[in-house]
Nanobody
Framework: QVQLVESGGGLVQAGGSLRLSCAAS????????MGWFRQSPGKEREFVAS????????DYAYFVKGRFTISRDNAKNTVYLQMNSLKPEDTGVYTC?????????????????WGKGTLVTVSS
């Protein structure tokens, strides 16, 4: 099982930026895709963005399009989430995930590895 470690969370004012990182602990890492999810207070975990590991194809939730950018560094086994124009409603625990193979969903925990998350707090 892959260990994923997030970093880069913290406290930022509305309109500010943060860059999250998620590093995989294994030497050989080749998932089908990596994703970022978040869980805000009182809400269920929701999809934020994803990127395919080989081709770099990206997908975003509508509420972050144009503000957040997901990217990856295959040599470093790391995925990033650049978050700009942050809003108080972006506050939450951001967790990265690795989907092992094509054709599975993020809900299939047999095929998805999860990190422990990093807290992002956006003050108004």
């Amino acid at each position: 099982q892959v260990q994923l470690v997030e970093s880069g969370g913290g406290l930022v004012q509305a309109g500010g930026s943060l860059r999250l990182s998620c590093a995989a602990s294994v030497r050989t890492f080749s998932p089908y895709a990596m994703g970022w999810f978040r869980q805000s207070p009182g809400k269920e975990r929701e999809f934020v963005a994803s990127i395919t590991w080989r081709d770099g194809n990206t997908d975003y939730a509508y509420f972050v399009k144009g503000r957040f950018t997901i990217s990856r560094d295959n040599a470093k086994n790391t995925v990033y989430l650049q978050m700009n124009s942050l809003k108080p409603e972006d506050t939450g625990v951001y967790t990265c995930a690795a989907k092992r193979i094509y054709g599975t969903t993020w809900a299939d925990n047999r095929m998805v590895d999860w990190g422990k998350g990093t807290l992002v707090t956006v003050s108004s």
